[in-house]
């Protein structure tokens, strides 16, 4: 039996990269029993501060979970099943947006990727839809970048 190529470890520049080209990634939380709890979410990769933001309502057992134990990480698949990044750190929860256009909602609101976001009574609606929502932002710190990618031919 004949050994394949063995997964090539992606560059930090390389995972930035990756992280930057996705928009759903697997979120993982710990359970209280020790056991993951992982959820598909849209998430916003900042590079320079190394912040991955996810937008999530304040009833969420993800959000009671990171309360309790904020270390978490995010899986996001790459162009092909052979790679992935990898964004471990420490998570922190905003406060709930309460107002329309306090601060929590103006995070949030610049998560929207510029050409998709509301703009004018749209976006005052969209402020408010969010208030009702009682939306948060959940920041994870990554303090690690991991991943691979493995290069097959055929």
Same mark, same amino acid.
């Given at each position: 039996?004949?050994?394949?190529p063995?997964?090539?470890?992606?560059?930090?520049?390389?995972?930035?990269?990756?992280?930057?080209?996705?928009?759903?990634?697997?979120?993982?939380?710990?359970?209280?029993?020790?056991?993951?709890?992982?959820?598909?979410?849209?998430?916003?990769?900042?590079?320079?501060?190394?912040?991955?933001?996810?937008? *999530?309502?304040a $009833?969420?057992?993800?959000?009671?979970? +990171?309360?309790?134990? #904020?270390? /978490? %990480?995010?899986?996001v698949?790459?162009?092909?099943?052979?790679?992935?990044?990898?964004?471990?750190?420490?998570?922190?929860?905003?406060?709930?947006?309460? *107002?329309?256009? $306090?601060?929590?909602?103006r995070?949030? +609101?610049?998560?929207? #990727?510029? /050409? %998709?976001?509301?703009?004018?009574?749209?976006?005052?609606?969209?402020?408010?839809?969010?208030?009702?929502?009682?939306?948060?932002?959940?920041?994870?710190k990554?303090?690690?970048?991991y991943?691979?990618?493995?290069?097959?031919?055929?």
């Amino acid at each position: 039996m004949t050994q394949g190529p063995a997964p090539r470890p992606l560059s930090d520049e390389a995972l930035s990269e990756l992280l930057s080209s996705q928009q759903f990634g697997t979120l993982a939380t710990n359970k209280s029993s020790g056991h993951p709890h992982l959820t598909t979410m849209l998430y916003s990769w900042d590079a320079e501060a190394r912040i991955v933001r996810f937008s *999530t309502t304040a $009833d969420r057992v993800k959000v009671k979970q +990171l309360r309790r134990d #904020p270390r /978490a %990480a995010v899986h996001v698949p790459g162009g092909d099943v052979w790679s992935f990044a990898v964004a471990e750190g420490e998570a922190e929860v905003s406060e709930v947006t309460t *107002t329309p256009g $306090d601060a929590t909602g103006r995070e949030l +609101l610049a998560m929207i #990727p510029e /050409a %998709a976001r509301p703009e004018g009574e749209d976006e005052d609606a969209f402020l408010e839809q969010l208030v009702a929502e009682r939306r948060v932002v959940i920041r994870l710190k990554v303090s690690r970048l991991y991943g691979t990618a493995l290069d097959v031919n055929g």
